[in-house]
């Protein structure tokens, strides 16, 4: 791999070879256009125009994937299909996440010539990656502020979603943290309404948190969704520091990397990237974008922690592409700090021992709703019940077998349906 080239890959479909898409692709978002055009010298191509520097076959489907796509020449044969790299020199861009996205997962996607596309990977060299100010807290500093070793941070979110007032919100997260909880966020559907504005949320819930710290040795992050308009967001940012908050939220895919970036450098607290509107980039198998590019894209704007999903979910993601994303978020690149993977939705402690014989890491926040508030024993014994799940996950002790002298872990596995009920 070229140190001086910006590196994609893409899963490609093509009524064409994939030489010919893979050719179309580097031409489309560099040099070339769909004729020759004066001044697209052999020089201004040699220093400016993308390569293609890998293909592998994947064989062939009989059906295109996306409407509008050419037919094929050989009708038998269908459409082919595979893996294609493609280098961009680093001279076409500068440190502008606006322009790498445009060259990585721009115009490509309305190509005639491709029947379906989905950006895999974008890896960034070292020295425009850099330029970047990357995550700022990440997982350690997550731990830090969480003052959570050995395991994962435990949390929950604010629900209802919306509806609750500044004091009722306070109410929940008093309750919360007195429960002995790590984490608690804002929903993404609640952000700086008339019901409950921004400012008095904060007041309210924050008063809360630190009369419990003062109770209990133990602050508790709340992250508030401070998705906004760039300039209410870094005042919203600003309200939350100065009240003691230890953690803003965005909705990603609303604020956009440029609206990240410029938070991140404003930023003195940790930022909760929400990803809502995932499916739309990512639900389609031959289209969008994969779980490891996005993250990649976002990591260089500068969040700390990032959704991805639970095992056994209630959305539509398979368990392989959640343990995909969890990994992603957890390896090196380059020059920035690993991201925090937020593990949420429809989860309790029945899939901590698979999802950690899945990825060998605590390293996550594990996010459950009703997996705590539910609880029979209430939020206290909740919290303690995920807290023992994860505990025998490591130890690799069956849930069943630690929770025979663990009282709220039983009560869970029997709320759940993994235990019968005591005379059942």
Same mark, same amino acid.
């Given at each position: 791999?070229?140190?001086?080239?910006?590196?994609?890959?893409?899963?490609?479909?093509?009524?064409?070879?994939?030489? +010919?898409?893979?050719?179309?692709? *580097?031409?489309?978002?560099?040099?070339?256009?769909?004729?020759?055009?004066?001044?697209?010298?052999?020089?201004?191509?040699?220093?400016?125009?993308?390569?293609?520097?890998?293909?592998?076959?994947?064989?062939?489907?009989?059906?295109?994937?996306? /409407?509008?796509? +050419?037919?094929?020449?050989? /009708?038998?044969?269908?459409? !082919?299909?595979?893996?294609?790299?493609?280098?961009?020199?680093?001279?076409?861009?500068?440190?502008?996440?606006?322009?790498?996205?445009?060259?990585?997962?721009?115009?490509?996607?309305?190509?005639?010539?491709?029947?379906?596309?989905?950006?895999?990977?974008?890896?960034?060299?070292? @020295?425009?990656?850099?330029?970047? *100010?990357?995550?700022?807290?990440?997982?350690?500093?997550?731990?830090?502020?969480?003052?959570?070793?050995?395991?994962?941070?435990?949390?929950?979110?604010?629900?209802?979603?919306? @509806?609750?007032?500044?004091?009722?919100? !306070?109410?929940?997260?008093?309750?919360?943290?007195?429960?002995?909880?790590?984490?608690?966020?804002?929903?993404?559907?609640?952000?700086?309404?008339?019901?409950?504005?921004?400012? $008095?949320?904060?007041?309210?819930?924050?008063?809360?948190?630190?009369?419990?710290?003062?109770?209990?040795?133990?602050?508790?992050?709340?992250?508030?969704?401070?998705?906004?308009?760039?300039?209410?967001?870094?005042?919203?940012?600003?309200?939350?520091?100065? +009240?003691?908050?230890?953690?803003?939220?965005?909705?990603?895919?609303?604020?956009?990397?440029?609206?990240?970036?410029?938070?991140?450098?404003?930023?003195?607290?940790?930022?909760?990237?929400?990803?809502?509107?995932?499916?739309?980039?990512?639900?389609?198998?031959? &289209?969008?974008?994969?779980?490891?590019?996005?993250? !990649? &894209?976002?990591?260089?704007?500068?969040? $700390?922690?990032?959704?991805?999903?639970?095992?056994?979910?209630?959305?539509?993601?398979?368990?392989?592409?959640?343990?995909?994303?969890?990994?992603?978020?957890?390896?090196?690149?380059? /020059?920035?700090?690993?991201?925090?993977?937020?593990?949420?939705? @429809?989860?309790?402690?029945?899939?901590?021992?698979?999802?950690?014989?899945?990825?060998?890491?605590?390293?996550?926040?594990?996010?459950?709703?009703?997996?705590?508030?539910?609880?029979?024993?209430?939020?206290?014994?909740?919290?303690?019940?995920?807290?023992?799940?994860?505990?025998?996950?490591?130890?690799?002790?069956?849930?069943?077998?630690?929770?025979?002298?663990?009282?709220?872990?039983?009560?869970?596995?029997?709320?759940?349906?993994?235990?019968?009920?005591?005379?059942?």
């Amino acid at each position: 791999m070229m140190a001086s080239r910006i590196i994609a890959e893409y899963l490609v479909e093509t009524p064409a070879t994939l030489e +010919a898409a893979a050719a179309s692709i *580097a031409g489309e978002q560099s040099t070339g256009t769909f004729t020759k055009v004066p001044g697209e010298t052999a020089d201004l191509v040699a220093r400016h125009g993308a390569t293609v520097e890998s293909i592998e076959p994947l064989g062939f489907v009989e059906a295109a994937s996306l /409407p509008g796509a +050419a037919a094929p020449k050989d /009708p038998t044969r269908g459409h !082919a299909r595979g893996r294609v790299r493609v280098a961009f020199p680093v001279e076409n861009v500068s440190a502008s996440l606006p322009s790498i996205t445009a060259m990585v997962a721009g115009n490509l996607f309305e190509l005639r010539l491709l029947s379906g596309l989905k950006l895999l990977d974008v890896i960034v060299p070292d @020295g425009l990656a850099a330029e970047f *100010a990357g995550p700022q807290f990440g997982i350690e500093g997550t731990r830090r502020l969480t003052a959570v070793e050995g395991r994962p941070v435990i949390g929950t979110i604010i629900k209802p979603s919306i @509806g609750l007032t500044p004091r009722q919100t !306070a109410d929940l997260v008093r309750t919360l943290a007195l429960a002995g909880i790590d984490f608690v966020k804002d929903d993404e559907l609640m952000a700086n309404p008339p019901h409950s504005p921004l400012a $008095d949320r904060v007041k309210a819930v924050m008063a809360a948190v630190h009369e419990v710290a003062e109770t209990t040795g133990k602050k508790v992050m709340v992250a508030f969704n401070i998705s906004d308009r760039l300039d209410r967001m870094l005042a919203h940012h600003d309200t939350v520091a100065a +009240a003691g908050g230890t953690c803003v939220m965005v909705s990603l895919n609303g604020v956009g990397l440029v609206g990240v970036e410029h938070l991140r450098r404003h930023s003195a607290l940790p930022i909760h990237g929400h990803r809502n509107g995932w499916g739309a980039i990512s639900r389609h198998p031959q &289209l969008g974008m994969e779980f490891r590019a996005y993250q !990649a &894209l976002w990591r260089l704007a500068g969040i $700390d922690q990032i959704h991805v999903n639970g095992l056994q979910n209630k959305f539509c993601e398979s368990d392989d592409s959640v343990v995909r994303s969890i990994e992603a978020c957890l390896e090196p690149r380059g /020059p920035h700090r690993p991201l925090m993977p937020v593990v949420s939705s @429809g989860q309790w402690g029945g899939q901590a021992p698979e999802t950690y014989a899945r990825t060998k890491t605590v390293d996550l926040m594990y996010l459950a709703g009703g997996g705590i508030l539910a609880h029979p024993g209430g939020p206290s014994a909740g919290v303690t019940a995920l807290k023992q799940s994860w505990e025998a996950a490591v130890a690799g002790v069956p849930l069943a077998d630690f929770a025979t002298d663990r009282s709220e872990l039983r009560q869970s596995l029997e709320f759940y349906g993994a235990l019968p009920k005591p005379g059942g």
